[in-house]
């Protein structure tokens, strides 16, 4: 199933289609509800979202390179603290394979930005940018989603 075709939304390496059956509800919508968007900055090499904490639903991440490096944008749930997470055979970049439930924006051009809506269901999630090196320099961060959204969504 796919859904907001304009954006490289995908599942990179082609290793987890399964990962993104809960992604069927993705929405294009244009004007987010209030509560229900995430503003992420990307810079060399810093992932900074808005805030930390969201309800489930669909949530629409508002992505904004300001670095003048292209960065991408990964949303994945794990248990792991996102410092923690386990490093590919290439020692630069996260083991993909590991990850469930992944969205993501593969490329993010320098001074660009890109939204990703994406339902979420309560549990811990981390953002990373995975290109070589980046997860590394630090480009990741921790979103907790809880169940008490709104009703009526
Ligand atoms: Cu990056």
């Known amino acids: 199933m796919r859904c907001n075709p304009s954006r490289r939304v995908l599942a990179k390496r082609g290793s987890i289609p399964v990962a993104l059956m809960f992604l069927a509800a993705c929405t294009r919508s244009p004007a987010p509800a209030p509560g229900h968007a995430v503003d992420v900055s990307l810079r060399d090499f810093r992932i900074t979202p808005s805030r930390h904490a969201a309800t489930s639903g669909v949530l629409t991440f508002r992505i904004q390179n300001h670095a003048p490096a292209t960065h991408e944008f990964v949303v994945f749930r794990t248990d792991l603290p996102p410092a923690r997470l386990p490093i590919g055979s290439d020692g ?62």
């Open 92 to 153: 630069l970049s996260v083991d993909e394979s590991v990850l469930r439930d992944v969205a993501e924006i593969s490329e993010v051009q320098s001074g660009t930005s890109e939204t990703l809506s994406v339902a979420l269901r309560p549990g811990h999630y981390v953002l990373i940018c995975n290109l070589e090196g980046h997860y590394l320099g630090g480009m990741h961060a921790a979103l907790d989603v809880t169940g008490e959204g709104p009703t009526g969504g």
